[in-house]
């Protein structure tokens, strides 16, 4: 049976989240990736052990994720059963629903019956009787925020989740939903874009601001561009990578152009003794209502390779304005 390691947290730095009394690991892995039903089991274990003993204590997940659907969280609950039980009060678990799940009109979007209906199916899954925090994965505009933000409030009054998430939304209806859920008694605690040096629509948009409007932290995930920020499309594209692989990255978005970019990216990283992937990584979190930064793994080096940043989250002003001058 896995015992942690316990020197677990003498190396990760934690950051509060918003105006909550929650600290996050400045680095939080998430499952998106490599946890299905066509992954290897073993491998799982190796990844989220190794992510704890690194202090990762923030393991993010969603009812859709696999595939199967539902795959990733049935192999959590199973790693949850057999090793991770004794821990459970160190970590803070994540789930989500408004995505397409199961058949019919109620296994999507954002209805009350959806999302309860979800995170019960999710909490079998995982063998859990809460999550630390529940999100509605995308607004639903065809459902009021009332009745979603409703649905949200309710499930942390019954016990199910111990607070409210948001993902993907955009800062007016983030401020409209964190202003109900207040009302609810129930506040926001963070929210779920997706950010990196490639996609910055999050700054466009100023969804920096409205959380620390509503006092909400913020967790970004894609930093590396779907592995885009990293030296893997340097020498051409890998047959096993996602661009082959995963309908998320498409191997014509691989443009020569960003290439170049990442080549002069990976020069300013050398010059501060990190990976391209290190460098996105920090860059994220330079902004300063970031809470966390969302990382995927199929090795346990990459954990351990990521988790290194927190040694130097320091940028110079020459620094940022190069990187600037380099993302045009």
């Known amino acids: 049976m896995y015992i942690a390691s316990e020197k677990r947290y003498e190396h990760m730095k934690y950051e509060r989240c918003g105006r909550s009394g929650i600290l996050l690991p400045r680095v939080s892995l998430g499952l998106w ?4 039903s066509v992954d290897k089991f073993e491998n799982m274990k190796e990844l989220l052990f190794t992510a704890f003993d690194e202090g990762i204590t923030h393991f993010d997940l969603a009812n859709n994720y696999g595939p199967v659907y539902g795959s990733a969280e049935e192999n959590f609950g199973r790693i949850m059963d057999s090793d991770l039980r004794p821990y459970r009060d160190e970590l803070f678990i994540s789930s989500k ?4 799940m199961w058949p ?3 296994g999507d979007h954002g209805s009350r019956k959806y999302l309860i209906s979800s995170l019960d199916q999710s909490l079998k ?6 999550v630390d925090v529940f999100y509605h994965h995308r607004p639903d505009p065809e459902t009021p925020l009332e009745e979603t933000m409703g649905a949200l409030s309710d499930i942390v009054k019954q016990g199910k989740a111990l607070y409210v998430g948001l993902s993907n939304y955009h800062s007016e209806d983030l401020k409209k939903a964190a202003a109900i859920l207040k009302a609810n008694g129930t506040p926001l605690l963070i929210t779920q874009p997706r950010y990196s040096m490639f996609d910055r629509w999050t ?6 601001g409205a959380c620390a409007e509503v006092g909400a932290g913020i967790i970004c995930f894609s930093p590396l561009a779907q592995g885009v920020l990293t030296d893997r499309y340097l020498k051409g594209i890998p047959e096993d990578s996602r661009a082959v692989r995963n309908h998320f ?3 014509d978005s691989i443009t020569e152009e960003k290439l170049d970019k990442v080549r002069a990216l990976a020069e300013i990283a050398k010059d501060r003794g990190q990976t391209i992937a290190q460098l996105a990584l920090t860059w994220v ?4 209502e970031v809470t966390t930064v969302l990382i995927g793994a199929s090795r346990k080096q990459q954990i351990i390779d990521n988790v290194a940043i927190v040694d130097n989250l320091d940028f110079t002003e020459d620094e940022l304005a190069a990187i600037e001058m380099i993302l045009g």
């Open 33 to 36: 990736h490599n946890f299905g």
């Open 97 to 100: 629903a408004g995505y397409d």
């Open 104 to 106: 019919g009109p109620y």
């Open 125 to 130: 899954r995982m063998k859990l009787d809460y």
């Open 203 to 208: 700054e466009e948009d100023d969804l920096f």
């Open 249 to 251: 990255l498409k191997a």
């Open 285 to 288: 979190l330079r902004k300063k």
